[in-house]
């Protein structure tokens, strides 16, 4: 991922706040079947200027998270509000008052295919938002990925299991291999999918188009926000709509959105060139957006945000 990642002195595991570094399982445990989620919470900018500390969609990242236990079989023995009581818990005790991501992990116990481990690290990063950001305007060539995205009918790809994550390993390391800043799949029919853990967004002609979830995408809570805001704040027209790789090579802009990689403009594919400006102009106008909603200064879509 193009952005830098530090993590936090404390986390928070199986109902208390403990040191990072002293939160330990066994190595007997087993590690193929455990469920995640990344959310970001970000300083408010707003207009007063709060600089409260505010967790982006919480609700829909926890329900995501309560899909993936059911679709693998895991109890999560924690309420949603226990969760975000353990979450704030553990902002407080590192001090932080910077963005930050947060990525509560459950995992069976070994033996106990019932009973869970739960873990909140938490980690700083750099955001690629803001205007004139180097970071969002940097240069980054994408490759189709010769490996093809996980089938549905093989693994879960709609919601959040380790499992699925070696197949974005795999990509992201011959994309690295190649000399490439990233890759994006082609789903098992040779259409476009996502990329290694964000979705992908094309313009054409000033219309956005996405891949439905049935392209074996993660039913990513970026995406739906931006398939929100593009039409109704923006009055940029959208299209879910499965799109053929040839179509990503003549788009004029494209994007990857998603919570880690937050709304990253992509400037070639294989070599390819996208349009005549990069960032496109679109990219930058809905990335400008996202970003004043994460901040706060959008008052209609405050209610996005939780307070820590
Ligand atoms: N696809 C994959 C494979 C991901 O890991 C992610 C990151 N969670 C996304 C898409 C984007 O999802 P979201 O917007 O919910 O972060």
Redesign the pocket.
């Known amino acids: 991922m193009s952005v830098a990642f530090h993590g936090a002195e404390f986390c928070w595991m199986n109902g208390e706040t403990v040191e990072t570094k002293k939160a330990l399982v066994s190595a007997m445990e087993p590690i193929h079947l455990g469920i995640f989620?990344?959310?970001k919470a970000y300083v408010e900018n707003d207009v007063n200027g709060s600089g409260r500390l505010s967790i982006f969609?919480w609700k829909?990242?926890v329900d995501?998270l309560r899909r993936s236990a059911a679709v693998c079989g895991l109890k999560i023995p924690f309420t949603s509000e226990e969760l975000l009581e353990a979450t704030r818990k553990t902002i407080r005790a590192n001090g932080f008052n910077t963005n930050i991501y947060i990525q509560p992990r459950i995992w069976p116990r070994a033996g106990a295919s019932e009973e869970v481990h739960v873990v909140i690290p938490i980690w700083t990063f750099e955001t690629v938002l803001g205007k004139d950001n180097p970071r969002f305007s940097k240069n980054r060539k994408f490759m189709i990925s010769t490996w093809r995205r996980i089938a549905s009918d093989a693994l879960p790809?709609q919601v959040?299991t380790w499992a699925?994550?070696g197949n974005?390993a795999l990509a992201m390391r011959e994309a690295e291999r190649l000399g490439y800043d990233g890759a994006i799949f082609l789903d098992n029919r040779g259409l476009v999918s996502?990329?290694?853990?964000?979705?992908i967004m094309a313009v054409r002609n000033g219309k956005v188009m996405t891949p439905p979830v049935t392209a074996s995408?993660?039913?990513?809570?970026?995406?739906?926000?931006l398939l929100s805001i593009m039409p109704e704040d923006l009055g940029i027209p959208v299209e879910v709509k499965d799109i053929a790789r040839v179509e990503l090579y003549s788009s004029d802009e494209a994007f990857l959105?998603?919570?880690?990689?937050e709304i990253t403009p992509i400037t070639s594919i294989d070599g390819l060139s996208l349009g005549k400006e990069y960032p496109g102009p679109l990219t930058r106008r809905i990335a400008e957006c996202y970003a004043d909603i994460i901040a706060g200064k959008v008052e209609k879509h405050k209610e996005w945000l939780t307070q820590t």
């Open positions: 989620e990344g959310i969609q829909p990242h995501r790809a959040k699925n994550y974005s996502e990329g290694t853990g964000a979705c995408i993660l039913e990513s809570i970026t995406r739906e926000t959105c998603g919570t880690g990689w």
